[in-house]
Each structure stands twice: as structure tokens, then as C-alpha cells.
């Protein structure tokens, strides 16, 4: 039923109202979550002034929560009727500036006060970007508009001035809030998640935009306040208008600062434009195909499609058989053009076996896709045979999944791109895919055609069972990249060992009068010496490893007052062979003679201030237990789970350089937490283009450490490149690292198939 525009723009204030009061019904669960993500961080183990800074924040939190929440409460209140929020009220944040607007100076609290709200919004938006993108879209053709307004209470950046400006006024301070940063912005991500999530849903069944999928992955419920501002009293309009669709709009200025930006949000988004394109022109010629994708349980192949797409796997298995043991070298016994004629061959006959025009469309777009994987230049001869071999359980898993063609994260489609993604980059190399690989690639193809009645499950499971594959194939397996990731791994435990020693060494001296020269050597130098050695000896137990521990332990005592004769005269004695042993330490690490000289000295003139008794005198109990504490160091250490490998915690990285290893230290843009989180998701065995030390070349990521905070690529000549988490997201941003394919396998072949389909969609019918 179409509508009009006064009942659209009705229905647009609607859900505008419907989110302001679930905001505001949500506030108190916000602020008690934030309360308890508070205590929660006052009881965490840290250094004394954190939790001290810590253990004031709950107290001040306690005296202002209330204050906070009802300042929250009055701004938002003020969207109720018209839907726009003001922030400009003395001493909340000033409104964004406009052209032609005069210059002023502003000070720098007000500068750290919008830095901090922009930082909630990116964190909501990061999380949330999807949804608010849909979100927007729906209420932008509802009001047959372009762009929501600046202060349209449906922006993150909105409710994020209004959290940072409430803050402030209810009297706590910036670094208060930067104390509990992480808790509010997880906490206020997950808010305005569940309200547009809400809201969309209630927009689509008033059949607003419904093609916009709503992503189904919201689980948590503990803060179900939109659901109740929907429920009560916003159903006065009984149906929404009626739209032919538009898809996903333009995302504007807002989600391209504060969303994923790059490519990979550009690829996802243009895999799931890719799809809608699809459904919709084949919607148009047979409508009740995507019917069959909105039903609850999608009817079963028939009977005699079944069969013949049996018949059709069993016959192309013969008729490439040939080839399937057929190395590129020796020759492929069946071209691709003959693949090709066999399949089309193999359509006809299943059109002709199915029961229904949605089986015979089905037929003929699976048939595209894989016509255009196969023509696809990149893809070694050696193993397109087994890419034609999955066309018929693909077909079949098509037929009776019809999501396939509506998801992106379909694990069918996944297992194509994920295969093509590691085998596209060998003949742009020069180099075969190696024998392990195509193996492999080959007993997956097996295992889907002998499991023909478990659909998507046969196909998740042969996807994670090649990710495990590629993981040990780059490690032990293939020649390029054995050696790279052997010395990455090694530098992942120095690196997080040393982080180790360093933490735990600062607990055991937190409180013992050490001078500080030698604190700061046993922190910046000694930890990684001592990880340096444990590593290249075989371990924290080996003698060489000891007699570090033993030399920390030398170096402490005699940094303590010597206030007798007999102790200076013993510090004598032991100082030539402790400078030496420290010497052989800091030349083992790899430590620059000059540094040596230099770390050295530093510690002489600290020695001296002993035998001044300028320090502090060490209880002979508490040096016993720290001589004790050292010798156990290893059952101390924390989890290296837990440990950070960033670039505010390791040594110098570029102390592993070797000619089979670089170290990427320098280059690129500071990286936003978005490009943080791409650099995350890169997958190994994937192929990328790296532009570095005047080389523009072609490298496949090979490994990944712990937590994905170091990531190793190896060129085509076996060379790694190694790089720290942040420092990768650097390279993604300013575009010195960028993936070798544009868009995935099976996104290219969509876009092939749709343009076969835009010239002759009759072909879908017959």
C-alpha cells in the first residue's frame, strides 16, 4: 500500500521518538554497567598509583553516577517531539564549525573534551556501523531526504557529546574518563547497537526497505530498553509504506570517517551490493526465487534433480579424472575449454531434469559462476580441475540453501575464496603450486563430493580443516617460508619474553631501594638479554639462561649501600667478572658495542653512588627473597597470552634483521583503530602487494603470532617481512600494503554472472 509523504515523514518521527525513549529507559542499566565495569577495573592487579587513580574513579562514580545519568536524561529529552538534540548548553561542547564561521582560539580543555567524544562515537560507530548505515537509510527515504540532520538524535557522535559533555557537568574529570575508557566504550557500542537493531526491525515489518538485510548477530540482551519504547505505543500507523527499494544509500561523510574504512570495508560492502544486484534482477524475472530465500525451511531439491545432479558429480569425476593427477609441468590432459563444454553439457540436462523454474534458475546461475572461476586466468592450470569437480555440490548445496545466494559468509563461498585467495598469486610469481597445496586442495574436493547429503556442515568442515592445513604448511611445509616463520617465532618469544622480565622485574623492585640507572637498565636492557639468551639457548633452564638471572642478581645487590668496609671491598671483587658477564650478555642480544660502552659507564657512576651511600640500604631478608624470586623468575611470569606486543613495550624489533628476515620499524600513516582491526582479519595464505624499501612486489602472508600482533609475508625468493600489529595497520592505511585481488573468487564470478544476466535474462526461464 503506498503511503504519503506526511505519513512517511509520521513514520520516520515515529521511530525517532520510538529510539529517544528507549535511550532514555536504557540509561540507568548503561550507567550500573559502567559503575560495575569500574569496580571491576579497581580490582585488577596493577601498578600502586593506577590502582589508587582507580579505586578514587568508583568512589567519584558513586557520588556522580546519578548527576551523570540525569544529565544524560535532560539532553535527550529535548529530541523527544522534534528528534534533534542540542549540545550547546555553558560549558558543553561547541557545535562542529561551519565555513565563514569567524576564528577563535580554543583552549585546549575544550580541544581534549571533543577528542574524547569523537573517540565514543568511532568506538559506537565501529561496532554498530552496519546497522546505523540501514538505519539511516530507511529514515533518509522515509523523509525523502539525502543526509539526517547534524543533530539528529539517531548520530552516535549526538549521544556520545551528550555522555562527554553530562560527564563534565556532573563534575568528573578527563582523566577520570580516560581511566574507564575501554569500559565506556564498550558499554556505549553495545547500547546504541541494540537500539538500531530495534529499530530497523520494527521499520521492516512496516515493510520499510526490507532488502536491507538486518544481520541477525545481536545476542545480548541485558539492556532491552528499545524493545519496550516499540511495544508500547508506537503502532498508530498500522502499515508502513510500501517502497520498491533503493538498497544500501551512499554512506556519507559520518560512517566513512568513523566506520572500517579501506578495503576491506569496501570489499565487504561491495560483496553484499554485488548480491542484492543479483536477487533483485532475478526477482524480477521469477519472483518466487527470492520467496525461497525468506521461507523458514526452503523446500528440498526434487527428487529427480537429485538424482541427475548425482549422475552429473559421478560423471564429470570421470571425465577429469585424467587430470587430476596432472602436474602443470607434465601437461593438463583436459583444457579448460573442454571443462567448459562438459559442463554446459551437464546443464542441459539437469534443466531438463528439474521440476521448477526456481531449480532451473538456480541451475543456470551456479553455471555462470562457475564458467567464470574457471576461465579466471590466475588460478594455476594444476588445480582448476578440482575448482570444475566442486560445481555440482555447489549446485547442490544452492538448491536446497538459498541463502548461498544472499550471504557473503555462505561456508561454501568461503571455501572457494579462500582456495582461490592462496593458489591466484603462483602464476603471477612465476613459481608452480607447490605439490603439498594441491594435494590438499585436491582431498578437500574429495571429501565435499563423498558427503553429498550434509550441505553447508561438509562444507564448514573442509574450510576449517584447510585453515589448519595452511597454518602448518607455511610452518613446516613449504620451503619459501619454513625458515621466515621459524625466525618469526623466535622473535615472538623474545620479544614476549622480554615484556615478561620486564614486568615482573618492576613488581619485585617496585619497592626496593634500587638506584635508578640500574633500575633502568635492568628494565630497558637486562629483561631482554635475559630473553635473548633463554631463547638461542633452548630455554629459561639452560646454564647460559641461569648465569643471566645470576648477573641481574649480582648487579642488584651491588647497587644497594655499602656502608662497611668488608661489603665495598667484596663489590671490588665481584665488579670485573659481573662487567664482563654483562658485556657477554648485551654482545649475545645483539647490543652495539658504542651501546655497550655506554650502558656500561651508566652503570659505573650508579656503582659509585653505593659506595657514597646515596642509596638506600637493602634488608639482608628482602635481598635474600629477591635473590630467590629471580632464580624462580619463570613461575612468576605472566600468561604470554596476556602479553602486548605493541610498539610501546618492545626493545628494538630491529635488532632481528637478517638477510632471510626484515623488520618493518618505519613507514606508513598513524593507523585508526579501524585499520587496527583489518590488520586483525588478515588471513594467511593470501596474497598481497607491498610496497617497501624501493621494492613494489607480490608477498602471501605466512604467519601469524600470538593474538595476531606480529604478521609474517613471504616473497616469492623466500625473503619474510615481518611487522608488529600496529605498524601493519599503518601500511593498510596508506595504502603501502594492499590486497593482490580486488574483490574474493566468488564475488568476481557474481559480477560476471550479473552481467551475462543484464543482457539476457531470459536465460534464468529456459
Same mark, same amino acid.
Given at each position: ?59 567519584? +562514580?558513586?557520588?556522580?553516577? %546519578? $548527576?551523570?545519568?540525569?544529565?544524560? @536524561? !535532560?539532553?535527550?529529552? #529535548?529530541? &523527544?517531539? /522534534? ?32 577528542? +574524547?567524544?569523537?573517540?565514543? %562515537? $568511532?568506538?559506537?560507530?565501529?561496532? @554498530? !556501523?552496519?546497522?546505523? #548505515?540501514? &538505519?539511516? /537509510? ?629
Amino acid at each position: 500500500m503506498a503511503t504519503s509523504p506526511s505519513t512517511s515523514s509520521a513514520l520516520a518521527q515515529q521511530a525517532r521518538r520510538a529510539y529517544v525513549e528507549g535511550a532514555l529507559r536504557g540509561l540507568p542499566a548503561l550507567v550500573q554497567a559502567v559503575e560495575r565495569g569500574a569496580r571491576n577495573l579497581a580490582g585488577q592487579a596493577c601498578e600502586p598509583a593506577l590502582a589508587m587513580k582507580r579505586r578514587d574513579l568508583v568512589l567519584d +562514580l558513586q557520588k556522580c553516577a %546519578a $548527576l551523570w545519568q540525569q544529565g544524560m @536524561a !535532560s539532553m535527550l529529552r #529535548s529530541g &523527544l517531539n /522534534s528528534g534533534m538534540v542540542s549540545v550547546s548548553k555553558p560549558g558543553d561542547l561547541p557545535q562542529a564549525s561551519t565555513r565563514g564561521a569567524g576564528l577563535s582560539l580554543v583552549d585546549d580543555d575544550t580541544i581534549e573534551h571533543e577528542i +574524547l567524544s569523537s573517540r565514543l %562515537a $568511532l568506538a559506537m560507530m565501529d561496532r @554498530a !556501523s552496519w546497522e546505523f #548505515s540501514d &538505519l539511516r /537509510s530507511r529514515v533518509n527515504q522515509l523523509e525523502r531526504r539525502e543526509e539526517l540532520d547534524p543533530n539528529d538524535a539517531l548520530r552516535p557522535h549526538v549521544l556520545a557529546r551528550i555522555a562527554t559533555a553530562s560527564w563534565r557537568a556532573a563534575g568528573l574529570t578527563l582523566e577520570s574518563w580516560r581511566l574507564l575508557q575501554t569500559v565506556l566504550h564498550e558499554e556505549f557500542a553495545h547500547f546504541v547497537e541494540e537500539g538500531f537493531h530495534e529499530i530497523n526491525t520494527w521499520l521492516v515489518q512496516r515493510r520499510v526497505m526490507p532488502e536491507v538485510d538486518l544481520r541477525p548477530y545481536i545476542r545480548r540482551s541485558a539492556n532491552s530498553a528499545w524493545v519496550g519504547s516499540l511495544a508500547s505505543g508506537v503502532h498508530t500507523l498500522s502499515g508502513g509504506p510500501t517502497t520498491s527499494g533503493h538498497g544500501r544509500m551512499g554512506v556519507g561523510e559520518e560512517t566513512r570517517m568513523m566506520t572500517r574504512v579501506g578495503p576491506l570495508a569496501r570489499g565487504m560492502d561491495h560483496a553484499e551490493a554485488v548480491l542484492v544486484r543479483l536477487n533483485k534482477l532475478i526477482g524480477r524475472q521469477l519472483p518466487e526465487f527470492v520467496a525461497t530465500q525468506q521461507a523458514a525451511a526452503p523446500a528440498p531439491a526434487s527428487p529427480a534433480l537429485r538424482a541427475a545432479i548425482s549422475d552429473a558429480q559421478q560423471g564429470i569425476a570421470r571425465r577429469l579424472a585424467p587430470a587430476s593427477g596432472a602436474r602443470t609441468g607434465a601437461g593438463v590432459v583436459v583444457s579448460t575449454p573442454a571443462m567448459l563444454e562438459e559442463l554446459h553439457q551437464r546443464k542441459q540436462a539437469l534443466k531438463q531434469a528439474a521440476a521448477t523454474p526456481v531449480e532451473r534458475a538456480t541451475i543456470e546461475i551456479v553455471a555462470l559462476l562457475f564458467q567464470s572461476i574457471l576461465t579466471e586466468e590466475r588460478i594455476p592450470a594444476a588445480v582448476r580441475v578440482w575448482f570444475a569437480r566442486l560445481q555440482m555440490p555447489v549446485l547442490r548445496v544452492a538448491v536446497s540453501e538459498p541463502d548461498f545466494f544472499a550471504t557473503v559468509d555462505h561456508p561454501a563461498r568461503k571455501l572457494i575464496d579462500r582456495m582461490g585467495a592462496c593458489v591466484m598469486g603462483f602464476d603471477a610469481t612465476g613459481r608452480a603450486v607447490a605439490e603439498l597445496l594441491e594435494k590438499e586442495i585436491k582431498r578437500v574436493v574429495q571429501v565435499v563430493e563423498a558427503y553429498p547429503d550434509t550441505g553447508r556442515r561438509v562444507f564448514q568442515t573442509v574450510l576449517t580443516e584447510f585453515e589448519k592445513f595452511l597454518e602448518h604448511y607455511f610452518k613446516n611445509a613449504n620451503e619459501a617460508s619454513r625458515k621466515g616463520v621459524s625466525l618469526a617465532q623466535q622473535v615472538e618469544q623474545r620479544e614476549t619474553m622480554a615484556i615478561q622480565y620486564t614486568i615482573e622485574l618492576r613488581k619485585m623492585l617496585n619497592e626496593v631501594p634500587v638506584q635508578e640507572g640500574v633500575r633502568e637498565f635492568l628494565f630497558q636492557v637486562w629483561a631482554d638479554v635475559m630473553a635473548m639468551t633463554a631463547v638461542k639457548s633452548g630455554g629459561a633452564q639452560s646454564e647460559h639462561a641461569k648465569a643471566m638471572k645470576r648477573a641481574a642478581a649480582d648487579l642488584i645487590w651491588s647497587a644497594s649501600a655499602k656502608v662497611s668496609r668488608e661489603e665495598r671491598a667484596e663489590v671490588l671483587r665481584r665488579l670485573p667478572p659481573l662487567l664482563k658477564t654483562l658485556r657477554e650478555g648485551m654482545e649475545h642480544a645483539g647490543v652495539p658495542p658504542d651501546k655497550q660502552d655506554e650502558h656500561i659507564h651508566k652503570l659505573n657512576n650508579s656503582l659509585a653512588a653505593a659506595f657514597t651511600a646515596k642509596a638506600a640500604v637493602i634488608p639482608h631478608e628482602r635481598l635474600e627473597e629477591l635473590m630467590g624470586r629471580l632464580e624462580t623468575l619463570e613461575e612468576l611470569l605472566p600468561e604470554a597470552a596476556d602479553v602486548e606486543i605493541d610498539e610501546s613495550m618492545v626493545l628494538d624489533l630491529s635488532g632481528h634483521e637478517s638477510s632471510e628476515l626484515e623488520v618493518v620499524g618505519e613507514g606508513g600513516s598513524m593507523p585508526t583503530p579501524a585499520m587496527v582491526a583489518w590488520a586483525r582479519e588478515l588471513q594467511v595464505g593470501s596474497w598481497y602487494m607491498l610496497d617497501y624499501r624501493g621494492r613494489n612486489e607480490q608477498v602471501q602472508l605466512a604467519w601469524q603470532g600470538l593474538r595476531k600482533q606480529l604478521t609474517l609475508f613471504v616473497s616469492p625468493q623466500g625473503r619474510g617481512i615481518l611487522f608488529q600489529q600496529h605498524r601493519l595497520a599503518a601500511f593498510l592505511q596508506a595504502g603501502l600494503l594492499v590486497p593482490a585481488q580486488e574483490e574474493s573468487l566468488t564475488v568476481k564470478a557474481t559480477r560476471n554472472a550479473l552481467a551475462k544476466l543484464d543482457v539476457d535474462p531470459s536465460r534464468l526461464l529456459n
